[in-house]
């Protein structure tokens, strides 16, 4: 043990000496402290003096006296704090307060600007051996700092030695201690696992139990059979692992164990684990003695859930089996099909009960084949069939009659192989299912077809001769009426005229709107695919119906995102139809409050695609919800009493849903009877980044076209139609040749082949426009400009005529705008009238602020007339208004006063009046003052120049009617 003494004493040694370097390094730190302070009052020193050694250098003479008093301050504060830092070196302190003192003293006799050279030399000479002495005091300072520092780390390096030696020595003591411990522990645990091993090594369940049922030991495999840990289990009786309804039985089974010391039992029963579930077990239990007397049990329990489950599923699986069979049997026998089961050999195995039945046979046929009962031929067919099956075939289809009571019936036979587990065929299924009445149902089927084909082909061709009735005397209608309204008329023929057109313009929209769902029901409808601006399709709609909303006192607004793309690609005529069907019905319904249509648009799925939406909203009478599903329809509406009192033939709603839906788009209807209505429609379009200008777009203005000198052939059988064609081309400077038919056209041509164009209706008696066609462009071999005229709903005219050779074609009935576009189209050499037009506006009107051809287009001089007349009277009134709103300060009427006059400045297309008026609307929104004066009378001052010259336009149309009428 000697080594171990010599351990102890190292250690105590190594403490002492750690002791006493400690002390020594503490005492060290304390002086370095101080010397460390020392130094810093040095340099504290060092710094005043520097600083009065800067204010003596300063040339007092040149600072002013404010300068002068403060430099004075300064000298005194650093004085008084260089007497605080030296009160204890009383040589030092001295010298500086008889500098302090004479400084006083020459500065209050002489002035600080006045010191004498000498004296401030003797301040420096004091001020040079304060900072000498102080540096060699710092010099002192640094020297023993460095000793002290030098020698406090040799003494911690020491410490830091003693300690990490007592450190070490006490760590092997310690990992000698601790292996010592491990090595029992190991031990212990090796005695442990050993045992342990013994008892889970095996697949079982081990426990021991007391007489009263509890468990005294148990090992940890329960948990993998219960779901309970061995420790939860301990002091617990077993009644907490066996199944409630089995509690008697099992206590009573180990109780006569007790009773009659059973060496060995067993008992299969079921238990509840932890988290609910049911196994079942068997156990082998052994008693256990304290000298004679059972003292408990020690069991061992295997786990017998799975092969308890297998028989189960067997027991189960045999039933199921029994019940399927008896299924399978009710089943086949109650089945109307007849069904068969062949073997390899083709023998029956099994008939159903109607098999039996209708082929009036028993289960004498089992083991027979169709040799033996059935004709020769007929087996041979049937055998061929079975041997295609046997050979791989997947089915086989075939129809056989077969005479029941007496009467043939069609049956659909259909065999199929039957395959054992290994895909191998063992057999062949049959059934033949009598297909007799659906034989009968797709002849009646095919009968039916053909009627209904006939019938649509009578009723295309009906529409076509009604169409053609209606729309020809129409068409005189439309043309005279066109020509009346250019006379002089007085305001009672007026109000007459207005009523002809419309009762016209009534026909015209439903003969229009039959065309359009006949072409819908056809599947005929064209949808074009090009790029327009939906602003111009938005303002269109808006010229459409804005003075019909004033006329109504309506408020109309269109309301569009700034997000919304402008340019898009589709088909903007559809889209127009749409909003005009809908926009039209909000007008018809609604008798005050607004109508208003909302613009917006989402990303679609498509790349530069949108989806468009569109809401046109009013406060009309709305719609029952009951009727919503049926607005829809062909010729319905909400209510009969809707139809008397408002009209329409309610194919407005139906043509609007399928063009949306043709569109690959959707729509929806919300109302509220009494408060109004809002169709809602969602159209893709594809996003134009390219902006090109949509082909076939051309601008004309109606009438802006000079036929002078042109010579042109009309062959049309109808007085009325005649007479307008004849006196519109007339008025363009047309010479004009009538005939009644084609065969007038043909001798015509023969005569004066020059004629510059032809104007033909498809439908006159002689020889009708196709067969004139046909001899001009094959036999005459004439290229002469033809405008093929026809009055037929459907398409199959047009598509005739240009097939013959028609360069264009025109559906009556047409108007003058229309007639001119397709003359347009052929005769593209065309000039316009007159000069001034540039662009369709005439460069008149561009200087003097406004632009009229969004009206001319309209060709209707007496409605542009009209609204002049409207515009000269109400446009002065309105800025009154605005003006003595102004002047009252009431910016809400300003506001509206401004709003109501944009919409009449819009339409007569004054931009520069109506950005005005805008600015001036936003200011009376906002209630700003500033320059609203001057911009009203900015506005006053361009409106009377505008009225001037819209009052000589009205004067130049007045006159034309007179000399229309003349």
């Excluded at 010599?6 to 040694?13: E, H, K, P, V």
């Excluded at 006490?170 to 190991?186: I, V």
């Excluded at 602003?535 to 709609?541: A, G, I, P, R, T």
């Excluded at 008026?917 to 409106?943: H, P, V």
């Amino acid at each position: 043990m000697w080594w171990k003494r010599r351990f102890f004493l190292l250690i105590l040694a190594s403490l002492a000496l750690y002791v006493y370097f400690l002390i020594s390094l503490a005492n060290l730190y304390f002086r370095f402290r101080a010397e460390r302070e020392l130094i810093q009052h040095t340099f504290a020193v060092l710094d005043e003096v520097r600083q009065l050694e800067t204010y003596f250098y300063q040339p007092f003479e040149r600072l002013s006296d404010q300068e002068q008093k403060a430099v004075y301050q300064q000298l005194q504060q650093h004085l008084e704090r260089l007497q605080q830092l030296i009160t204890n070196h009383p040589i030092l302190l001295q010298r500086i307060d008889s500098l302090h003192n004479s400084l006083r003293y020459y500065v209050a006799t002489q002035g600080i600007a006045n010191l004498p050279y000498e004296q401030i030399n003797r301040w420096e000479a004091t001020l040079y051996d304060i900072k000498k002495e102080e540096n060699d005091l710092l010099y002192q300072g640094n020297q023993v700092l460095g000793q002290v520092s030098r020698r406090m780390f040799v003494y911690a390096l020491v410490s830091s030695f003693c300690f990490l030696s007592i450190m070490i020595a006490g760590l092997c003591q310690f990992m000698r201690d601790n292996e010592k411990r491990k090595k029992a522990e190991q031990e212990a645990l090796a005695n442990e696992a050993r045992y342990r091993k013994l008892i889970e090594g095996v697949r079982v369940v081990v426990f021991t139990t007391d007489l009263d049922g509890r468990f005294t030991f148990i090992s940890k495999r329960v948990q993998q059979l219960t779901g309970y840990k061995a420790e939860e289990l301990l002091n617990r009786s077993y009644k907490t692992l066996v199944l409630p309804e089995w509690h008697e039985r099992v206590t009573q089974f180990y109780r006569r164990q007790f009773e009659n010391k059973i060496n060995d039992t067993t008992l299969d029963f079921p238990i509840i684990t932890k988290d609910g579930k049911e196994k079942w077990v068997r156990m082998y239990s052994t008693l256990l003695f304290e000298g004679d007397e059972p003292a408990g049990l020690q069991c061992v329990v295997v786990d017998t859930s799975e092969r308890k489950e297998m028989l189960m599923r067997l027991r189960r699986a045999e039933r199921e089996k029994r019940e399927n069979q008896y299924l399978l049997e009710a089943l086949m026998d109650n089945i109307s099909s007849l069904i068969f089961i062949k073997d390899m050999q083709h023998r029956y195995r099994y008939v159903n009960k109607a098999f039996k039945e209708v082929l009036q046979v028993t289960e004498e046929i089992y083991g027979k084949t169709d040799f033996e009962f059935a004709a020769p031929e007929l087996a041979k067919r049937y055998h061929e069939s079975d041997d295609r099956i046997y050979q791989g075939a997947s089915m086989d289809k075939s129809d056989e009659i077969i005479y029941v009571k007496g009467e043939p019936r069609h049956f659909l036979v259909t065999k199929f192989p039957l395959k054992d587990g290994y895909q191998r065929i063992f057999g062949i299924c049959g059934i033949a299912t009598d297909i007799t009445d659906l034989i009968q149902y797709q002849q009646q089927l095919v009968e039916a077809k053909q009627r209904a084909e006939e019938a649509e082909k009578f009723q295309e061709q009906f529409l076509t001769t009604i169409s053609h009735e209606m729309r020809t005397p129409l068409q005189g209608i439309v043309g005279m009426t066109f020509l009346l309204s250019s006379s002089s008329l007085t305001a009672e023929q007026q109000e007459y005229l207005r009523s002809i057109q419309e009762a016209v313009d009534t026909l015209l929209t439903l003969i229009n709107d039959l065309l359009d769902l006949s072409k819908i029901k056809a599947g005929k409808l064209e949808f074009e695919h090009i790029s327009f601006s939906l602003k111009d399709v938005l303002q269109s709609v808006d010229h459409l119906f804005h003075f019909r909303a004033e006329e109504k006192k309506l408020s109309f607004n269109i309301v569009c995102a700034p997000d919304v793309p402008d340019r898009l690609i589709g088909d903007p005529h559809r889209l127009k139809q749409v909003l005009v069907n809908l926009v039209g019905n909000a007008m018809k319904f609604t008798e005050k409050g607004f109508i208003r249509i909302t613009v917006d648009a989402t990303p679609a799925d498509q790349e530069n695609h949108i989806l468009l939406h569109i809401s046109v909203a009013d406060s009309g009478i709305g719609i029952p919800a009951q009727q919503l599903g049926q607005i829809f329809e062909s010729f319905s509406q909400a209510e009969a009493a809707i139809s008397r009192k408002y009209g329409g033939s309610g194919l407005g709603l139906t043509i609007t849903r399928h063009l949306v839906k043709l569109q690959h788009g959707q729509i929806e209807v919300n109302s509220e009877p009494g408060k109004g209505t809002v169709f809602t429609i969602r159209i893709p379009y594809e996003i134009d980044k390219q902006h090109p200008k949509s082909q076939g777009e051309k601008e004309i203005s109606f009438p802006a076209y000079s036929l002078k000198g042109m010579r042109i052939l009309v062959a049309e059988d109808n007085y009325i139609n005649q007479k307008f064609i004849s006196r519109l081309l007339q008025r363009l400077g047309a010479s004009v040749s009538l005939v009644d038919n084609g065969h007038e056209v043909i001798s015509q041509l023969r005569q004066q082949p020059d004629y510059d164009l032809l104007l033909i209706d498809m439908r006159m008696p002689v020889m009708n426009g196709y067969e004139a066609i046909h001899v001009i462009r094959q036999e005459m071999k004439l290229s002469i400009p033809i405008i093929a005229m026809t009055a037929a709903i459907l398409g199959e005219d047009e598509e005739k005529a240009y097939a013959e050779g028609a360069n264009a074609s025109i559906r009556k009935p047409f108007t003058p705008q229309n007639f001119l576009q397709v003359i347009h189209q052929v005769l593209p050499q065309i000039q316009p009238v007159n000069s001034v037009y540039q662009d369709g506006v005439p460069r008149a009107q561009q200087q003097h602020g406004y632009d009229l051809s969004t009206l001319r287009e309209l060709d209707d001089d007496q409605y542009l007339l009209e609204v002049l007349d409207l515009f000269l009277q109400t446009a002065p009134l309105s800025m009154d208004e605005i003006e003595k709103a102004y002047q009252q300060n009431d910016f809400e009427s300003l506001r509206e006063k401004a709003h109501r006059l944009k919409s009449s400045l819009g339409l007569l297309n004054m931009h520069e009046l109506l950005d005005l008026m805008k600015q001036i609307e936003m200011q009376a929104k906002e209630k700003q003052t500033e320059g609203l004066g001057d911009r009203i009378q900015q506005a006053r001052n361009q409106l009377n120049h505008i009225l001037a010259y819209l009052q000589q336009e009205a004067n130049i149309l007045k006159k034309q009617n007179s000399s229309y009428s003349s």
